[in-house]
């Protein structure tokens, strides 16, 4: 069975940083392209940022220089590092899998429950 277990989220301050962490199991991980999407309430999910099985990244403008996307193949592992966070980066974050890179959430193949980021102002 495929799983996606997210950690990580927490209660920072604005400006603050945070890393999640994404476990994965039950498929061959170097082969699927990663991704997190991001759901605050009241809104509809959102691609945040992705990492394909070539090698590519690719970011929500939202978030461009301030997050960074990372993957440990050899741990079956994705990471999102959270820099100088705002209070609208607030939200569910969901990490997802998929045999395409892409910014829709209704591709992709494999999702994890998410964990909660707070930033407050």
């Known amino acids: 069975q495929v799983q996606l277990v997210e950690s990580g989220g927490g209660l920072v301050q604005a400006g603050g940083s945070l890393r999640l962490s994404c476990a994965v199991s039950?498929?061959?991980?170097?082969?699927?392209?990663m991704a997190w999407f991001r759901q605050a309430p009241g809104k509809e999910r959102e691609f945040v940022a992705g990492?394909?099985?070539?090698?590519?990244?690719y970011y929500a403008d939202s978030v461009k220089g301030r997050f960074t996307i990372s993957r440990d193949n050899a741990q079956n592992t994705v990471y999102l590092q959270m820099n100088s966070l705002k209070p609208e980066d607030t939200a569910v974050y969901l990490c997802a899998a998929t045999y395409q890179p892409g910014t829709r959430s209704s591709t992709y193949d494999y999702w994890g429950q998410g964990t909660q980021v707070t930033v407050s102002s």
């Open positions: 039950g498929l061959t991980f170097s082969k699927y392209s």
């Open positions: 990492r394909s099985w070539s090698g590519g990244t």
